[in-house]
């Protein structure tokens, strides 16, 4: 799926990182659990989930050429925005978050590349805290 597409029609308000991957075959794997009902995505594999419940799910990213970003823990991160644009007939993704472990932290990831693709799955219901 094409990044503006994705975007489009998902929205990652109060949702937040729970793992980072960037594997050797440049492909950038981000764990984000989000509540179902902002993410418009196929969860029909995963059983006795509701559209209030938070979700893990996995997104992969493709066509990255570069990355900038702070050489910091982004796990617990908050994701407050993300924009997608272009600069230069390059994609351009920037991340915004917060990270209330440090004392409120606002921090930012820009990806670049070009005929970035990304794929997703919807992992597992979180569990209930309460």
């Known amino acids: 799926m ?10 990652f308000h109060d949702s937040y990182i729970s793992q980072v991957y960037y594997d ?8 984000v659990v989000q ?20 979700v893990e799910i996995e997104v992969r990213l493709t066509g990255i050429d570069y990355i900038c970003h702070e050489d910091r823990d982004y796990l617990d991160s908050e994701i407050t925005s993300v ?3 272009s600069i230069n007939g390059n994609e ?14 606002y921090r930012e990831i820009y990806i670049r590349g070009k005929n970035m693709q990304i794929e997703y799955e919807v992992l597992r219901k979180v569990s209930d805290t309460n």
């Open 83 to 85: 924009e997608v644009g």
């Open 92 to 105: 351009v993704i920037l991340v915004r978050l917060y990270n209330y472990s440090g004392g409120m932290v």
């Open 35 to 54: 509540l179902l009902s902002e993410l418009n995505i196929d969860y029909c594999s995963i059983k006795d989930v509701n559209t209030d419940d938070q």
């Open 2 to 11: 094409r990044i503006y597409e994705y975007f489009e029609k998902n929205s």
């Open 24 to 31: 050797t075959k440049g492909i950038l794997r981000i764990i």
